[in-house]
């Protein structure tokens, strides 16, 4: 056979063998895909449950479990069959394998069930060697793809386009989870009060006057003090989330902030690495379960994300020799951040100074850094002024006011100690603090991070882990040292802040996913591919696990979170009470802070603007409420039995504290 032959059969075969290929990539993305909703289907169901379930519960799920063992089997026997191709030696080889035994120990939720915590630690290391196997084979498999060659390749304009069709992607992503999942109004007891302080605001006030028979308005980080009725949060977030009051759309603010912090992270991470680090870094992002869920709430945390990337974007430009408007923007972004999240501003604030040292990167010059003081200066000392204002002391804050006052003095301060944070809450994993429940609550937060941040098998680490057996990437210590400094804080705290997922970590997700882009490389690298079949692979299964995380956690993990309902404004609207005054009923069995809370939301501020919602309580205090408002009508309503939902049970007539006999009976079968 002639070389021209030979070769014409070659170049006849290639699409062949690329059909081929590609049907393997596919069967090996299908197997991945099922493997991590199998694993879903083993996670713990509750919103205070973490990992995967107890094995009462494991046991209602045999099928899942043996599609992710045998996942896991085949993806390990595959492995170890080709790890000559993977690995230069057999010290590498051991260096891997130890590295991942690590990464499954600090992922795997400690728990005080010896049997529980061993079946977790199989689960997680078959989850684990099955997202690795199937992302390692299907990328060996899949052909070059030209289409993610062009889109990570793309520089420029074309770059912008692609970004900001991700963030209009997140945006709606948002907005959809919070329109079906949260139903636009707050769940978590910090946003109810986010929420009230906005709507203070937005009236121009900076605290109301304090309201007849308060023990009736009683309402968890809002407080009465010296006559004045007030959110114990900073004023950040509450002055940003009342332009949403004003426009009457206060939920689609956090959808925009997260869209913008899509773009942010972009023009962030492009500044330090390649554009196809930077693209793919906020493609993850965008597709972020984690990300998208927080930012579908009431939280501070999408603002302060936004300030944050824009203090560290404008210390890459001063790096470079921009002009001195970087510098008080990145201050006035600083700033904000100060008078949104104090703590995470000195987590953050610390970086942005290292690196106008002169540490990732040039030094800046001292003019600059005078303006980026100055700017961030005068807008965080508004929170000085605030604390005056409510605490009558510029060093008190109203936060740490409100927990001395209602449990003890020093209860929610940063230290170790035994007087930390004993107040009865039930997720409170340990009295006081001390290292080890820190070292509990960093394995936590890691599980969460690894389980819910991406939506791939085999957890949202797994390319960091990869990065940390490759070689030092240009650029990668400043992430490392931006995930430490954020943590720092965390660890000295008495609360684990897993409400929503690592709430605390949230200035992590952008380092994470930076760390991951270069993972993606170093993965392709030792396994000598390509890497953008690696990272064609790594974004359709993050699309798809997207769906499957952000279904998962929509419809049954935060379905109804904390009890908190949207009933009683369909109630208000059906009835005509939009003038009315209204006393919320605690439930049978009473949930007090979630019965009332679903009320309160609809209350109008300043009280007498819109419906008054209180509390049903004493009929002396009831009277004092409706003296004050005597020409409106009074209701009573309360959760009616079915979830979520909400009933009128009196009406009370003209007088004063009086309910008619018929509706009082009611009230006392109830």
């Known amino acids: 056979m002639s070389v021209d032959v030979a070769q014409a059969e070659v170049v006849a075969q290639a699409p062949e063998a690329a059909r081929s290929n590609m049907i393997a990539a596919i069967v090996w993305m299908l197997v991945a895909i099922a493997g991590e909703q199998a694993a879903i289907a083993l996670y713990s169901p509750g919103a205070w449950q973490f990992g995967f379930g107890a094995p009462a519960e494991l046991r209602q799920h045999p099928l899942a479990i043996a599609i992710l063992l045998f996942v896991a089997l085949a993806a390990t026997v595959g492995l170890t069959r080709s790890y000559r191709s993977l690995t230069a030696s057999h010290r590498a080889a051991g260096v891997a394998v130890s590295v991942c035994v690590i990464w499954v120990l600090a992922t795997t939720l400690v728990s005080r069930d010896p049997v529980g915590y061993g079946i977790h630690l199989i689960l997680t290391a078959a989850m684990h060697a099955a997202g690795l196997a199937c992302i390692v084979f299907a990328a060996r498999s899949i052909p070059r793809g030209p289409a993610v060659s062009a889109l990570l390749d793309a520089d420029g304009r074309k770059a912008w386009v692609i970004v900001g069709v991700a963030a209009a992607f997140t945006t709606l992503a948002c907005g959809t989870v919070a329109l079906l999942t949260f139903h636009q109004i707050p769940h978590v007891p910090d946003e109810v009060a986010y929420l009230f302080q906005a709507k203070t605001y937005a009236h121009g006030r900076v605290y109301l006057d304090t309201p007849p028979a308060p023990e009736l308005f009683r309402q968890f980080l809002i407080m009465v003090h010296d006559g004045k009725w007030f959110s114990v949060f900073p004023p950040g977030w509450p002055l940003v989330l009342a332009l949403g009051v004003l426009a009457g759309v206060p939920w689609i603010l956090n959808p925009l902030l997260s869209g913008a912090g899509v773009l942010l992270a972009y023009a962030v991470v492009r500044r330090v690495h390649r554009s196809s680090t930077a693209l793919l870094a906020a493609l993850l992002l965008a597709t972020s379960p984690l990300y998208v869920t927080v930012g579908s709430t009431y939280m501070a945390h999408p603002l302060s994300i936004v300030c944050a990337l824009l203090a560290l ?37 610390v970086i942005v100074l290292a690196m106008c040292m002169g540490a990732f990167g040039a030094r800046v010059r001292a003019a600059a850094v005078a303006v980026a003081v100055g700017a961030s200066s005068a807008v965080g000392s508004l929170f000085f002024v605030n604390n005056r204002i409510l605490t009558g002391n510029a060093f008190r804050d109203p936060v740490q006011m409100f927990f001395d006052l209602t449990f003890y003095p020093g209860s929610n301060s940063l230290g170790f100690g035994p007087d930390k944070g004993n107040i009865g809450w039930a997720n409170d994993i340990l009295p006081g603090h001390s290292p080890l429940e820190a070292a509990i609550h960093l394995n936590l937060n890691l599980s969460i991070i690894d389980t819910e941040l991406f939506g791939w098998l085999g957890g949202a680490a797994l390319f960091i882990v990869m990065l940390a057996l490759g070689k030092t990437v240009r650029g990668m210590w400043l992430w490392i040292c931006l995930i430490v400094a954020v943590l720092v804080p965390p660890t000295l705290y008495w609360y684990s802040g897993a409400d929503l997922g690592p709430r605390y970590w949230y200035q992590t997700l952008v380092p994470f996913a930076a760390l991951t882009a270069l993972g993606v490389r170093a993965l392709a690298d030792g396994i000598g591919i390509d890497q953008t079949r690696v990272a064609s692979v790594a974004l359709l299964l993050a699309f798809v696990g997207f769906f499957q995380i952000t279904v998962w956690r929509g419809t049954g993990k935060y379905r109804r979170y904390r009890g908190v309902s949207a009933d009683v404004g369909r109630l208000i609207g059906d009835n005509a009470m939009q003038h009315g005054l209204i006393f919320v009923k605690n439930g049978n069995p009473p949930n007090d802070y979630a019965d009332y809370a679903s009320g309160f939301l609809w209350s109008g501020v300043p009280l007498g603007d819109g419906p008054i919602v209180a509390r049903y309580g004493d009929a002396s205090a ?13 209701w009573i309503i309360a959760p009616s039995g079915e979830a979520g939902r909400y009933s009128v049970i009196a009406m009370l007539d003209g007088t004063p504290g009086n309910v008619p006999a018929t509706h009082g009976n009611q009230l006392d079968n109830r």
């Open 313 to 349: 974007l404008s210390a890459l430009e001063l790096q470079k020799g921009a002009r001195i408007r970087w510098a008080f923007i990145g201050g006035l972004a600083l700033g904000l951040l100060f008078l949104t999240r104090p703590v995470e501003s000195v987590s953050v604030g």
């Open 622 to 634: 009831m009277a004092a409420i409706h003296a004050r408002f005597p020409d409106r009508k009074r």
